[in-house]
């Protein structure tokens, strides 16, 4: 009954006690919270946590943080140490967590529930799912962040009808979701997200100013790539002065660079004017998942504040104005997202047949049906006429918000009489955006197709998305009856099986 929250910049385990209830695990120095940071050394020994940041501070050069954003990518997060990806990096941070739980336990982490940003894409989902894999933890379900702190927050309830938005600002990312909870039925009705907008952003505010005065006294401005140990040493600075700021309406930072030091103080109004446009930016996707939700702010009864930026007081206040709603942290902002994801573990446990035991005690599983949205647009590449111009675009079949398990259907000329060969890529991302600004996340190729002599919509192509997410596609040449299907399953990669054709 483990549910991981693999944070930009911390992370949390979570399980349940013998009642039922969510609780943190705390890891080996005693924090119930773990920094998302590594450290390499030049002997290979892998560093996490508060560990790695310590000795990051010696040798920043082998040092990495905020990993979780690069997702997907396969370029070494060292310019000149070791080959390490963020795929190794988060590896390397679950396998510390998870020999954390097994301690505090005693009880072996064969499988969880994780979570992820609502807005993630979906080569970033999959290596997270690797990283699991190469612990032996196979993930029953991977949960959208704003949907797991709902769950908890749904079941804290105690099954009242009630309509949620969850407003959840972390250290890397950000989203919204609006669920509504009858009974024990638990609908995400829509689900918007900026995944470039988190606490970083509002660190970056601070840091500015401090590299601004730092440069006009010392005559230089230090830079990341040259001065990693003066930007570990702000980025900590940082983060109690945003604290601090929440408080005080002046803050002094102390910046200590080339062999001077200056003192740079920042005003709680100054502050709360450099970071309003991003809370701005918020709010607009906060107001755009309430009209995708069909509702308008008088229909939501509470508004749920996730994440560890969110406990910003500024925030909260520009957040309340905006929606006349008060912010409610009734679970801790920082944990929501770690309980919903182990109250949820209990439950996929038990839809699979398997009983949650604590010590022999069987845990009763959560009475809550979960039906959640897709995040992103699912098309496939199709080309249009732009003008005198032609485009490869993203050609929607499944657009974001809809309702899973959904399955649809659209058609498709090919692009001449002769042609006997077509590709079908499968496309996540924005309608009608430029194929090359896409994820492709699969294809599938139909050949020795029939010519024809008049075009018609001859190939339909059908996709289906399962309650985990998951996508299959079939493309089938109505001509010839010739049928591919291809299922993107994240956990086991992508594969595909020829049908034969019609008779």
């Known amino acids: 009954m483990i549910g991981f929250d693999i944070g930009t910049t911390r992370s949390k385990v979570a399980t349940v006690d013998r009642s039922g209830k ?46 979780k954003l690069d997702l997907g990518g396969v370029e070494s997060l060292f310019a000149d140490g070791p080959a390490f990806t963020p795929t190794d990096a988060v590896a390397a941070q679950i396998a510390v967590l998870k020999q954390d739980v097994e301690k505090s336990t005693g009880i072996q982490v064969t499988q969880a529930v994780a979570t992820c940003p609502a807005n993630f894409r979906d080569d970033a989902k999959q290596a997270l799912l690797e990283a699991f894999k190469r612990n032996g933890i196979k993930v029953l379900r991977l949960i959208p962040e704003p949907t797991a702190a709902g769950y908890a927050y749904a079941l804290d309830r105690g099954g009242s009808n009630s309509t949620f938005l969850i407003y959840d600002f972390g250290g890397g990312t950000f989203d919204v979701s609006i669920i509504r909870l009858e ?8 689900t918007e997200g900026i995944p470039t907008l988190g606490g970083n952003d ?14 006009a006294a010392c005559g230089r401005r230090p830079c990341r790539e040259d001065d990693g140990l003066f930007f570990l040493d702000l980025d900590q600075r940082i983060e109690t002065a945003k604290i601090s700021l929440g408080k005080q309406k002046e803050v002094p930072i102390v910046a200590s660079f080339v062999g001077q030091q200056t003192i740079v ?27 995708a939700a069909g509702l308008t702010i008088d229909a939501i009864d509470r508004l749920v504040m996730v994440g560890g930026t969110s406990r910003l007081p500024h925030i909260q206040e520009r957040v309340a104005d905006h929606t006349g709603l008060v912010p409610r ?17 209990v439950a996929e446990m038990d839809k699979n047949g398997q009983a949650a035991t604590i010590h022999g005690q069987v845990i009763p599983a959560p009475e ?34 809809t309702a899973i398990p959904c399955q649809k259907t659209d058609h498709f000329y090919l692009e001449s009489e002769e042609q006997t060969r077509a590709k079908v890529e499968i496309l996540q991302g924005e309608g009608r955006a430029n194929r090359d600004d896409c994820l492709v996340i699969g294809e599938i190729i139909l050949d020795n197709l029939p010519t024809e002599t008049v075009q ?6 059908q996709y289906t998305i399962d309650a985990n997410g998951m996508v299959t596609a079939t493309a089938t040449d109505k ?16 594969h595909a099986r020829q049908q034969p054709a019609a008779a």
């Open 368 to 401: 809550l049906f979960v039906q959640d949205v897709t995040a992103h647009d699912v098309g496939c590449s199709a080309l249009i006429h732009d003008g005198p111009k032609q485009r490869l675009v993203n050609a929607v079949i499944i657009p974001k918000n």
């Open 329 to 345: 942290t009734d679970i801790d902002p920082d944990k929501a997202i770690a309980y919903g994801a182990a109250l949820a573990c």
């Open 456 to 461: 018609s919509q001859r190939i339909c192509v």
């Open 183 to 190: 009974g024990s039925q638990f609908t995400v009705l829509s």
């Open 265 to 291: 103080k920042i005003t709680q109004v100054e502050f709360h004017a450099s970071i309003d446009s991003l809370i701005g930016q918020s709010l607009d996707a906060t107001d755009r998942a309430i009209v």
């Open 202 to 215: 509002i660190s970056r505010c601070i840091e500015s100013r401090v590299l601004d005065d730092v440069e």
């Open 479 to 494: 001509v010839s009856g010739i049928s591919r299907t291809v299922s993107v399953d994240y956990k086991k990669g992508i």
């Open 22 to 67: 969510p609780v943190i695990v705390s890891n080996a120095r005693g924090e119930q919270t773990t920094p998302s940071a590594v450290y390499v050394s030049t002997t290979d020994e892998i560093l996490v946590g508060s560990d790695a940041r310590e000795q990051g501070v010696v040798d920043p050069a082998r040092y990495a943080a905020n990993f």
